[in-house]
């Protein structure tokens, strides 16, 4: 799955030099992560189907979007967005709103009913964009419980 204009390539990041690449992009979300857990992680998660996604613009990364097929009772079959990032020297240009459309379509002609994912309580610029310009749905909470 890629997507591209003359100045815009969405693809697939399959190998570590892709991964060492997005890493000052996604560390813009994660910023506790170091680069080593980053790929460790990235690494054991592939194994449960997470794909990163990145819009190149110019031949750079500009966004970035995780994401895993998902089965359940309340959203059936549908992709969860674990990470969507921008680049703060591009933030505002539409990029991650071109990639999660992209997404969006990748799902529905692969037979998903949802494009979910979370946003932190305190992301309400974040809340803004996925309700008023992406016209997603806030309706539930969640919850969860630190055990270590």
Known sequence: MSANSSLEIIS??????????????????????????????????QKDGYKLYALYFQGKIASLV?????????SKRHIFVYDLVTDASRRSGG?????LKYIQDYAKENGAEYVALESGIQRIDAHRF???????????????????
């Open 66 to 74: 995780g994401f895993s097929w998902r089965t359940n009772f309340y």
């Open 130 to 148: 996925y309700e008023e310009k992406l016209e997603y749905d806030k309706w539930c909470y969640s919850f969860r419980k630190t055990l270590i």
């Open 12 to 45: 697939e990041l399959t190998t570590k030099d892709q991964w060492i690449e997005a890493y000052p992009i996604m560390k813009q979300l994660r910023t506790d992560m170091t680069l080593e857990a980053y790929i460790d992680l990235l690494q054991e998660m």
């Open 95 to 99: 990029y991650g709103k071109k990639l």
